[in-house]
């Protein structure tokens, strides 16, 4: 390429490596590296000042009889150019935040403070410095190799500003020197030299050094933002999980609650032995698909941080007579010998998570033991109860046994009668790390599995005494025979389905819709209690505002008994049934649930 055309060569300029270098030197594209070299710089002024002051007044006070207009006009412009430079370096230390453009500005005005600053010290050296006592001499020597030298380090990579300002000074400064006459001149002269290559040095490794820390400083902040980005990833991946399991459970909920009314309905009436067997297995099916359903609300529950626990004095034997009966069925039909102890004690938990650790361990025992016995035993202390679920089935071995705490884990699902989503064992370890109660295990392959839950004891004596016990079966018909209750649903199949349930304890029952058949209803006929879905349908208002509209027909009454049954798992949901006096049943809901949930709503 020829360069003869100015357009040729202009281009070739721009290409050259010493252009590129300056323009990013001017430019100053590492914002971040901008503004760290530009604060030392003006950080570097204010505290240089005073070495220029120093200078000023051993000149003035020691000046031999040369022209004082000379040096007064001198001092008088060198003093303008420190107080500038002073306030320069004050006026950005005390500005907070800039915009890159402004900062750029304030990076371009040390090359004309140095080049001024160069211009005077350099008329210093040339036509002041030869003329004072030597003793003068060497404290203005060491005044100015000082104060260039930080300089010269704080324009580090500043290369423009340390051109136009430390070569001339040091020059100036040696020439003046060596043409002094006395023993020492010349060695200082060098003296002088040796320091302006010494510092060059040094100056070019402060600024390797300086442009490696910005460059790990903006690798850092890289991966600061990469972890960043990812971590809201994988917050979004998370929350994504939920929603999905939200409404996978929530819509599943709605068949599954329906199936398991009507199965059991179902089998209470007259049929054939083989029927029978049918609707038992089918029944059987049910449940397990509730229990699935129950963990994955459980899981999602945990997964939005809606489950807070309530610890309070309870007894521990109601609990334990409760899962007695809950899991005595399962066992039996499984031919296994469940043995729960009983207990008097008192402890510190949560009612329901308690209820849902003891119930997932004994499940977990149940599914994997093939024969022989599942116990729960109480080992009491003076301080606290163990609680330990142990089992002779099929075991584990002991590297695998904190890989059953994590979701989605079953070891052994080939095995009949293990089917489910390894959800158990998952909610809980997290449901006793919210109640701090310690979980261990212990296992060997072949020999069984043994869990321990430690629980902090309670006094009684300090506390209400226990709550009556639930109802049997037949006393719970009777309470319940004659009973008017409003169900409130948008799906007939539902609607079918409780009303035969309700139906079949002796309950009169009336169904709605809508708000406007509830309104209706309410008002042909006095209702003893509602029973409503939350979801109603998207030009319906929801279940809470519908049982609020038919408590306020009649302020006067009582407040109606109400029950919420829903597949949300919103804490917004669960604070307004609270404040309103409404329970909440998440589906699918056993019939027995739901029978134990009217008793105790009623007044």
Not at 46 to 68: C, D, E, H, K, Q
Not at 182 to 189: C, L, M, Q
Not at 507 to 536: G, N, P, W, Y
Not at 561 to 570: K, S
């Amino acid at each position: 390429m020829s360069l003869a055309n100015p357009l040729d060569l202009a281009r070739a300029l721009s290409r050259s490596r010493l252009v590129i270098f300056l323009q990013n030197t001017w430019r100053g594209d590492d914002a971040q590296a901008m503004a760290s070299r530009t604060r030392a710089l003006y950080l570097d002024y204010i505290s240089n000042s005073s070495v220029g002051v120093f200078i000023s007044l051993a000149l003035y006070l020691t000046w031999p009889g040369m022209s004082w207009a000379f040096l007064q006009g001198f001092m008088v412009v060198w003093i303008v150019y420190l107080c500038s430079r002073l306030i320069a370096g004050l006026v950005f230390a005390s500005t907070k935040s800039m915009s890159v453009e402004v900062l750029r500005r304030w990076s371009r005005l040390p090359i004309l403070i140095q080049l001024v600053d160069g211009v005077m010290l350099s008329v210093l050296c040339l036509f002041i410095y030869p003329h004072i006592d030597p003793l003068t001499q060497a404290a203005v020597m060491a005044a100015i190799l000082v104060m260039v030298g930080s300089t010269a380090f704080s324009l580090a990579g500043h290369w423009i500003a340390l051109l136009v300002y430390a070569p001339p000074v040091y020059l100036s400064l040696a020439w003046a020197t060596w043409h002094l006459e006395h023993t020492y001149a010349k060695p200082f002269s060098i003296f002088t030299l040796a320091m302006f290559g010494l510092y060059t040095f040094y100056v070019r490794n402060q600024g390797q050094t300086m442009n490696k820390g910005f460059e790990l400083a903006r690798l850092n902040g890289q991966l600061a933002s990469e972890l960043q980005n990812k971590n809201a990833e994988l917050q979004e991946l998370a929350a994504s999980r939920g929603r999905l399991l939200a409404t996978v459970s929530h819509d599943l909920r709605q068949p599954a609650h329906a199936i398991g009314l009507l199965t059991e309905r179902a089998m209470s009436e007259p049929a054939s032995a083989a029927f029978k067997d049918t609707l038992s297995d089918l029944n059987g099916l049910s449940q397990s698909l509730s229990a699935s359903l129950a963990t994955l609300m459980d899981l999602t529950r945990l997964d939005a941080g809606l489950v807070n626990a309530r610890i309070v004095p309870m007894p521990l034997g109601p609990l334990l007579d409760g899962l007695r009966v809950e899991y005595g069925p399962s066992a039996r039909h499984r031919g296994l010998a469940l043995s729960i102890s009983s207990s008097r004690a008192w402890v510190q938990s949560d009612p329901v998570l308690l209820h849902a650790v003891l119930g997932n361990l004994l499940s977990n025992a149940l599914k994997y033991t093939r024969q022989g016995h599942v116990n729960l035993m109480l080992e009491e202390g003076e301080q606290d109860i163990a609680v330990v679920v142990e089992d002779s089935g099929i075991g584990m071995h002991p590297e695998q046994l904190e890989v059953i705490f994590r979701e989605f884990v079953r070891l052994d699902g080939s095995l009949p009668g293990t089917e489910g989503l390894g959800l158990g064992l998952s909610i809980v370890r997290r449901y006793a790390a919210l109640l701090s109660h310690k979980l261990e295990v212990q296992s060997e392959l072949g020999q069984g599995s043994r869990f321990v839950v430690t629980l902090a004891r309670a006094s009684p004596e300090q506390h209400a005494p226990v709550a009556k016990p639930v109802p049997a079966p037949l006393q719970a018909d009777q309470r319940l025979q004659g009973l008017r209750v409003l169900v409130v649903d948008n799906v007939p199949l539902l609607l079918k389905s409780i009303t035969l349930t309700l139906s079949s304890w002796g309950c009169k029952v009336s169904t709605a819709e809508c708000l406007a058949q509830a309104v209706q209803r309410r008002s042909e006929q006095v209702i003893d209690m509602v029973i409503s879905d939350f979801h109603l349908g998207d030009r319906e208002p929801d279940g809470l505002s519908v049982i609020e509209k038919l408590r306020g027909l009649h302020q006067g009454e009582q407040a109606l008994p109400a029950i919420l049954m829903t597949g949300d798992v919103a804490p917004e949901l669960e604070a307004r049934a609270s404040e309103a006096a409404v329970r909440v049943l998440h589906k699918p809901v056993r019939p027995a649930v739901l029978r134990q949930c009217m008793l105790q709503a009623l007044p």
